[in-house]
């Protein structure tokens, strides 16, 4: 018996050696750190450690050539075996296209993932730059790190949804960077994007409301094609999510007069959770100065206001309506059915400010009516409500003040037999 | 005499604290159906959708489901589905289109399959989905909606 285990535990022994020695030998691994100059030492270090590439059975060679079966340096660094060393610029776009734009080999590992990143990169304005010879612009390694690397689903990714805005401010938030960079239209490149995207809804969807389909920098300007959307490709650019208002704003008058499209009212970095106040051409409204309340005449104007004055009729109406049936509600009434009904009312208040960029009033009015239509049946059931609980409480009074009369009476009653107890007593 | 007085007295005290007890009992409750507190809402847990008659394969039905809407659909292939039609966007009620199959939200064009998940537009999940069951056989039956 004890021979036995003995036997097993020899196998196992010369399995796991075996097992060793078929392991490809790395000696850049073994070398670099052990190196002091951290500029040296963390790459390996970081590759060791979480990186997608070494846990597929990649090593260092395979990106920087060389023989990591040499132990002195200048073997393990011989050129002849291919040794590049720190690719930079374009030859980093080379070494990760070897394999990222190479379908069959991608099908090994990544049968879902796309092949052509790098001739979208080479259609961006990073790509055409670094074409150009600036090599300061962004490429693979820029977005996606060296070493240590991490799929864009691993939520510490640099590219992961939640964390894309501050990678792209590495770059555009660096005001030093930036400098000489200009706009298409000759304006300086700005470095504010990430702050003004921080105060933006979609940013608070994002990193608040756990939505990770809300827009970050690549939803609207790409990834590995970045650009920033041109002059009348904006509008298609937010449509692919804001599907119906695109389609309302194309037949809008707008459409041909606003060069930025959804952004001439919305901004583009910092778009602000849209309000009525925005509509109109007094107070907070956006649509002066092209408007103005002075123009008795403008026809753009009074579309506005009267849009604007239609929302917060049925805003109003329907808050009111909601109060009064929360009253009846809460006194024991049953309005489950006006609760549904002030819900349609509701929605006929998107569907309106839907069809507002349109911007035609005629086609929001009997939207509106329907919605006010529904809110004012919803205050007759709550008023009847009222009425019934006015009732009830009338009814508790009555019905208290006779038990109290009938206590009184009986106290007086039980006097009265004492006194005529005391009396015949005496 | 004196112990006669302390059991009097005893006696009317007592019957002062009875009386007091018994008008607090009776004022109480009077005061709290005029005053009524803030209470939550009541989570509805299954409802009567429809007809069982009334769905042919590939049609849909918005039905309340408590003081929201739910919506059944009988799926082209006759298998019945239901769910919260609350869009998970800005709260739009949704329909069914029978010219896709599809759950479709009108506010922003939204869009859901058979199974609830978002297929395209802004709603940034799927719909709360129901467990199905039919009650009862032939014209009458109903097909009653619970939360799974």
Redesign the interface.
Known sequence: MRRGLCVQFLVALVLVAARASAQPANSCLTCHATQQDARIASPAALFSQQDVHRERGFACADCHGGNPAATAKAQAHDAAKGYKGKPTGPQIIATCARCHSDAELMRRFAPKQRVDQATEYATSVHGKRLASGDTNVATCVSCHGAHGIRLVSDAKSPVFPTNVATTCANCHADAKRMAGYKLPDGSPLPTHQLADYQTSVHYN?LTK?N?L??PTCNDCHGNHGAVPPGVGAIANVCGS?????A?KFATSVHKQIFDKGCVECHSNHAVQKPSDAMLGVTGKGICQPCHTAEDKGDKGAAAAETMRTEFEQLKAAIDTSHALIARV????IE???Q??AL??A??KL??AH?EMHAFEPTLVAPIIADGTKIAAAVDVAGQKGVSELEFR?RG?AWS?AA?VLVVVGLALKVRQIDQRRQKSDV | MTADFDRRAFLDGLLAVGFVSTAAA?AYP?AR??V?P??GEPETASAVAAKASELKPNSGKVF?F????GIVVRTPEGELVAFSA?CTH????VQFKADTSQLWC????GTYDLGGN?V???P??GLEKFAVNVRGEGADAEIVVSRA
């Open positions: 969807a409301g939505d389909s809300a999510c804001h599907a119906v208002f389609e509600k809460n006194a024991g309005v489950s059915d609760e549904l819900r349609e509701a929605t998107t569907l839907t409480r508790l208290l038990i | 009776m009077v159906y005029l009524p803030v209470s309340k408590g003081n929201r809407p609350v800005l709260d739009c009620t009108a506010c922003h064009n978002v395209s537009g802004p940034p999940r």
